[in-house]
């Protein structure tokens, strides 16, 4: 049974670029959580999608923004990306009918903007 | 805003030795979970704790969840250097808002 899977492993961009990262829950989940952990840091939330709509957001601004597909898959997109937002990008799934905070992390994909 | 404080920061302790990490809030939260980082992966959930006092062990790893379910320890019996890493809890407010609020971690190293 493959765990939560993250797309692609390491990527480097430029200030101003746009960025999509993919993300495949466990077999069997269909909550997915978005996380940004930046280096030194405890990872920091940034929404959540189930039944294919963004159910809650933490403290990101709108250059962060999400897709849930039918299989429970998932993306996060950044536009116009800032240096700050250099970081591990933490994907996290939930199992279906069951308590949506315990989560389990795929590897991340890190994402350094020069 | 809730804040998760965890203590200490970084513990360098001999392999065989016991150890305590404490994860402590002003804020009530109804869930906790205690999760274990290697560098550059993502965490590995160890345990969630859910009722206040509730203690559970996972080998020689023992977590407790406070009665007013604002803090929790981690203790750890006879270290091993495959122990090291970063732990981390984080809590969820309540059911139906399960983002979850991560504390800044404790870095771990076992000295063989």
């Known amino acids: 049974d493959a765990g939560v899977t993250q797309s692609p492993t390491h990527l480097i961009k430029t200030r101003g670029q746009q960025v999509t990262l993919r993300c495949s829950p466990k077999?069997?989940?269909?909550?997915v959580s978005w996380y940004q952990q930046a280096l030194g840091q405890g990872p920091q939330f940034i929404f959540q999608y189930y039944e294919e709509e963004e159910r809650q957001r933490g403290n990101f601004p709108d250059r962060f923004s999400g897709h849930q597909f039918p299989n429970y898959s998932s993306e996060l997109n950044v536009n116009a990306l800032l240096l700050g937002d250099s970081a591990l990008y933490l994907c996290?799934?939930?199992?279906?009918?069951?308590?949506?905070?315990?989560?389990?992390f795929g590897p991340g994909t890190r994402l350094t903007v020069l | 805003t809730q804040l998760l404080e965890q203590s200490p920061q970084f513990l360098s302790i001999q392999e065989g030795e016991n150890l305590t990490v404490y994860c402590n809030s002003s804020?009530?939260?109804?869930?906790l979970q205690w999760y274990r980082q290697e560098p550059g992966e993502g965490p590995v959930l160890l345990v969630t704790?859910?009722?206040?006092?509730e203690v559970k062990k996972l080998k020689r790893l023992t977590f407790q969840f406070g009665d007013a379910r604002k803090d929790s320890s981690l203790h750890i019996t006879a270290a091993q250097p495959g122990d090291t890493g970063l732990y981390l809890c984080a809590g969820a407010e309540n059911f139906g808002n399960e983002k979850l609020t991560f504390g800044t971690g404790t870095r771990l190293t076992i000295i063989p």
């Open positions: 804020s009530v939260f109804s869930s």
């Open positions: 077999s069997g989940h269909d909550t």
């Open positions: 704790v859910v009722t206040g006092g």
């Open positions: 996290a799934s939930s199992p279906v009918h069951r308590r949506r905070d315990t989560q389990y």
